[in-house]
C-alpha cells in the first residue's frame, strides 16, 4: 500500500504521510500529481508546503479524512434518515457491510457530526484552504 | 468534489459570533495576505451578521477593495477614520447613511485608489462637503443625488476631470452649472432628474461626446436636441415636443426610451426624428398617447411598458403589428378585453412575460394565451378572472379555464392574486407540472386548494395569502421538494404555534406571516448586543397593518350565547338587551 501514499511537508520540516486518495481532495495537489511533466513531485510522491505551518496543515489532512468520510459515501445518505430520530449527540456507530468478496469495516459519524474548527486557526487555515483549492 | 468547502468552513467559523472574532482579532493588526475575494468573503459575512464594529476594520486595511454600507445609520466618525486608513478602497457606497455630515468626509480626502462614491440621499452633505470630495482626483463614478448640494457645489465638480458616471437628481442644477461641466468629456451616465435646467441646458449636452445614458425626468425640457451617443434616455414626466431635432450626419440609436408620464404635443412628430431601428425598450407607461401608429416602424423592440396607458380593444393593432420581437409587454390598468388578446395570438412568438393585472379581460382570454408558446410569466391579478366559464346557453354548466395552461409548456410564474377564483377551479392547477412561482391572495381559498399544490414538483415559490387556511391544513401539508418560500400574509384563522411547528419540520421553507415577523423581532432583540443594530422599521409587520382574533375575547360559553342572540342593528337602539358578553366588552384585556 506504500505507493498510494503521498507526503506533505510543513513550513518546520514536518512530513505527514497520507492516502493519495485523501490528498485528491485538494486540487492543487491533484492537478500537481495528475499534470504530465516529470515534475518532482510525482516522481519522489512528495509536496514541500513552506507557507503552510504545522498545526494547520494537520488540520487540513483531517480535513481530507473528513471530507473522504461523508461528503461521498452513499451509505450515510442511506442511513441517515434512521439517524435523525436518534439521539441529538454526536456518536459514533459501526456498520459491517459485504461488498463483492471483502468484509468491510467501516466507522461512520452522523451526518450532522460538522468539521469543527477552532476560531484562532480560522484565518490561517482560510489562506491555507485558498492556496490548496479545498 | 465541493468546490473550496473548506474556505467555505473557515469563513463561517470565523464569522460565527462575536466570541469567534475576538479570538481571532488579535492575533495581528492588519491581514496583508489574505487575498481579496476571501477578505471580501469574510467581511460581507461578518456585516450580515451584525458582528463589525470600527476597530475591526483595521484589520481589512490591506485586503478590501469594496465596502457597501448603505442604509447604515450607524456609521460616523469613528468608523470613517477607519475607512480613511484602507489602501486600496475602490468603491464606497454610503448611501442613504444618515451620520454621514460635511466633517466625516474629511477622513476619506486624497483618497488615490477610491473610483467609485455613492453619498446619495446623505441629507447633511452640504456644498463645504463637496470640498473634501475634490481632493479625490481619480473619481470615475460620483452619486450625489437628493443631498443637501446646491449649484455652486456642482459647479465645483468640474475639477473631476476623470468623471464618467455622475448621478446629480433631485439636486438644483442650473443651465449654468451644466455649462461649467462642460470640461467633463468622459462622461457616459448623466443623471438629472428634477433638476432646473431647461431647453438652453439641454443644448449642452453635445458638448459630451460619450454621453450614453441621460436622465432628464421631472425636468423642464422639451426638446432634447441630437446626441449621436446616446443609448438610455429618460424623459418620464415631461412634455415632450420632439427628441433628437438638430444637427448632425449621425443619428443616436437610441436602445431603451422611458417616457413613463410624459405628456405629447404631436406624438408622431415627437418621434420622427428618432432613429428607431435598434429601439429595444420602450415606457410608454401613463402617457396619454391616444394614437400608437408611431409604433408601427418599430421592429426591435423587445420590451413595451403600456400600463396605465388609454390603450383599448380598437388601438391595439400597431403593437400587434410590431411584435414579432416581443418579449415583455405590460398591459396592466388598461381597458383591453378578450378581443385584444385574439389580435396579439399567433403575433408573439417570443413573448415570455406578459402583464394584464387590472385590465378588463376575463377566462375567454386564457385560450387566446395558449397561442403565445414562449409564455413563461403570466400576470392576471386583480382581474375578473373565475377559473370557469359557463356553456352557451346552460349557465350550469361550468368548463374550467385554468386547464388550457397546461399547453404554455414554459409557464413558470402565474400571479392570480385578487381574482374571483375558488377552491374547484383551482383543483387543475395541480396538472401545471413546471410552475415555479404561484401567488394567490383570495378570502375564499381553504385547505382544499393548499393540498393541491402539493402536486406541483417544481414549486419554489407560493403565495397563499388571505385564505381561510386552518393549523390543521397547514401542518397536514406536504410541501412540494423544492419549495423555498411561502406567503401566508393574512391567513388569520393561524396561531403562532401552528407557524413554528410548521416551521420546525420544515426548516428549508421561509413562511411569511404576521406573528413570523414578531417570533424574528423576538429572536433580534436577544442578540441586540452586537454593535450594529438592526433597523428596527424593518422589522414592522408589512402591510402596516395589524389584525385580532376578536373571538380570542370570549370564553366558549359566551360565544355560543352570542350566535343565538339577534344582529346587533336590531339591538342598536336598546343596549339593555345587548347580550350580557357585549356589554363586559371595554372590560376585556386586548387581545
Known amino acids: 500500500m506504500e505507493e498510494d501514499t503521498v507526503k506533505l511537508i510543513s513550513a518546520e520540516g514536518f512530513e505527514f504521510v497520507i492516502d493519495k486518495k485523501a490528498a485528491m481532495v485538494s486540487q492543487t495537489i491533484r492537478n500537481m500529481f495528475t499534470s504530465p511533466g516529470n515534475f518532482s513531485e510525482t516522481r519522489l510522491g512528495e509536496v514541500t508546503f513552506p507557507e503552510i505551518s504545522t498545526p494547520i496543515l494537520e488540520k487540513i489532512c483531517q480535513y481530507f479524512y473528513w471530507h473522504l468520510q461523508f461528503a461521498r459515501c452513499a451509505i450515510p445518505c442511506i442511513l441517515s434518515p434512521i439517524c435523525q430520530r436518534l439521539r441529538p449527540q454526536t456518536f459514533m456507530f459501526i456498520c459491517i457491510y459485504s461488498s463483492r468478496e471483502n468484509l468491510c469495516l467501516s466507522f461512520y459519524f452522523r451526518k450532522e457530526s460538522e468539521f469543527h474548527i477552532e476560531p484562532e486557526i480560522t484565518l490561517e487555515l482560510m489562506m491555507a484552504a485558498n492556496y490548496l483549492h479545498t | 468534489m465541493e468546490e473550496g468547502g473548506l474556505v467555505r468552513r473557515c469563513i463561517e467559523a470565523a464569522a460565527e ?66 475607512l480613511g486608513g484602507f489602501r486600496y478602497l475602490r468603491a464606497l457606497n454610503l448611501a442613504g447613511c444618515r451620520g454621514i455630515n460635511n466633517s466625516v468626509l474629511w477622513s476619506i480626502t486624497g483618497m488615490v485608489s477610491l473610483k467609485d462614491l455613492d453619498i446619495s440621499r446623505c441629507s447633511k452633505i452640504t456644498d463645504a462637503g463637496i470640498e473634501h470630495i475634490l481632493s479625490i482626483s481619480n473619481l470615475e463614478r460620483l452619486c450625489i443625488s437628493e443631498t443637501r448640494v446646491t449649484s455652486k457645489g456642482i459647479i465645483r465638480l468640474s475639477s473631476l476631470v476623470n468623471l464618467r458616471s455622475l448621478d446629480l437628481g433631485g439636486l438644483p442644477v442650473t443651465d449654468q452649472a451644466i455649462d461649467s461641466l462642460k470640461v467633463l468629456v468622459q462622461l457616459e451616465y448623466l443623471d438629472l432628474w428634477g433638476s432646473e435646467i431647461t431647453n438652453e441646458g439641454s443644448l449642452l449636452f453635445t458638448r459630451f461626446p460619450r454621453l450614453a445614458h441621460l436622465n432628464i425626468a421631472w425636468t423642464e425640457v422639451n426638446c432634447l436636441p441630437n446626441l449621436p451617443s446616446l443609448i438610455h434616455l429618460n424623459m418620464s414626466n415631461c412634455s415632450i415636443h420632439s427628441i433628437f431635432q438638430g444637427h448632425g450626419p449621425v443619428k443616436p440609436s437610441l436602445s431603451e426610451l422611458l417616457v413613463h408620464g410624459a405628456t405629447f404635443a404631436d406624438v408622431d412628430q415627437a418621434f420622427s426624428y428618432l432613429n428607431i431601428d435598434h429601439l429595444s425598450v420602450l415606457d410608454l407607461s401613463s402617457s396619454a398617447i391616444s394614437d400608437f401608429n408611431f409604433l408601427v416602424r418599430m421592429r426591435s423592440l423587445e420590451r413595451l411598458d403600456l400600463s396605465s396607458s388609454l390603450m383599448t380593444d380598437y388601438l391595439i393593432t400597431p403593437v400587434a403589428s410590431t411584435a414579432f420581437k416581443l418579449r415583455d409587454l405590460n398591459l396592466s390598468n388598461t381597458k383591453i378585453t378578450t378581443q385584444s388578446m385574439c389580435i396579439l395570438a399567433g403575433k408573439v412568438p417570443n413573448l415570455e412575460k406578459l402583464s394584464l393585472s387590472e385590465s378588463m379581460i376575463d377566462d375567454t382570454s386564457l385560450q387566446y394565451l395558449t397561442l403565445m408558446p414562449s409564455l413563461r410569466t403570466i400576470d392576471l391579478s386583480k382581474t375578473g378572472i373565475q377559473g370557469c366559464t359557463y356553456a352557451e346557453g346552460d349557465r350550469l354548466a361550468k368548463i374550467w379555464s385554468l386547464p388550457v395552461l397546461q399547453n404554455l409548456d414554459s409557464l413558470e410564474i402565474l400571479n392570480l392574486e385578487g381574482t374571483r377564483v375558488r377552491d374547484d377551479s383551482l383543483h387543475p392547477l395541480g396538472l401545471l407540472k413546471g410552475l415555479k412561482h404561484l401567488y394567490l391572495k383570495s378570502d375564499f381559498l381553504s385547505d382544499v386548494s393548499f393540498h393541491t399544490m402539493s402536486s406541483l414538483p417544481d414549486l419554489r415559490v407560493l403565495g397563499f395569502q388571505g385564505a381561510v387556511l386552518t393549523n390543521n391544513g397547514l401542518l397536514s401539508f406536504r410541501p412540494p421538494e423544492r419549495l423555498q418560500v411561502l406567503d401566508l400574509r393574512g391567513c388569520w384563522l393561524l396561531s403562532k404555534d401552528g407557524i413554528s411547528s410548521f416551521c420546525g419540520a420544515f426548516p428549508q421553507i421561509k413562511v411569511k406571516h404576521e406573528s413570523v415577523q414578531m417570533l424574528h423581532l423576538d429572536q433580534s432583540q436577544k442578540l441586540g448586543s452586537s454593535k450594529l443594530k438592526p433597523d428596527l422599521t424593518q422589522c414592522e409587520p408589512l402591510g402596516g397593518h395589524h389584525f385580532t382574533d376578536e373571538r380570542i375575547k370570549y370564553s366558549r360559553e359566551e360565544l355560543m350565547e352570542l350566535t343565538s342572540s339577534p344582529p346587533s342593528d336590531v339591538l342598536a337602539g336598546s343596549l339593555s338587551l345587548l347580550p350580557v358578553a357585549l356589554k363586559k366588552a371595554d372590560d376585556r384585556p386586548e387581545a
Not at chain 2, 25 to 39: D, F, N
Request: net charge neutral; charged share 30%.
Open chain 2, 17 to 82: 459570533s462575536a466570541k469567534s472574532v475576538e479570538k481571532w482579532r488579535r492575533q495581528r493588526r492588519t491581514l496583508e495576505r489574505l487575498p481579496t475575494q476571501l477578505a471580501d468573503a469574510l467581511f460581507r459575512l461578518l456585516h450580515h451578521r451584525r458582528l463589525l464594529y470600527p476597530s475591526l476594520l483595521e484589520i481589512f486595511q490591506y485586503c478590501l477593495e469594496e465596502v457597501d454600507f448603505h442604509g447604515e445609520n450607524c456609521i460616523d466618525a469613528e468608523w470613517m477614520a477607519y
